[in-house]
């Protein structure tokens, strides 16, 4: 759950900024969304498989410009 300690003088707008932000960062709109309607368990699995493919393209992209940047 997202928390956010306001001082005092701190503007409205800017904490409902920064709310804002630490909401988007933990997932939650998502979560929401995805939980509003029902989600077939085959198009769950599906999902988390691109996921899951999505993160090691991530990693491997990731370690091939540290080792060419070493090579220099």
């Given amino acids: 759950m997202a928390k956010l300690l306001v001082r005092e003088g701190d503007s409205i707008e ?3 900024k920064q709310f804002k932000r630490l909401c988007e960062k933990e997932g939650l709109r998502r979560d929401i ?12 699995r ?12 991530k990693v491997v992209t990731r370690a091939a410009k540290m080792t ?5």
Avoid: H, I, T, V
């Fill in 14 to 16: 800017k904490a409902l």
């Fill in 33 to 44: 969304k995805r939980s509003s309607y029902y989600e077939k368990p085959s198009e769950r």
């Fill in 46 to 57: 599906r999902r988390k498989k691109l996921q899951q493919l999505r993160e090691r393209r």
């Fill in 68 to 72: 060419e940047k070493r090579k220099r």
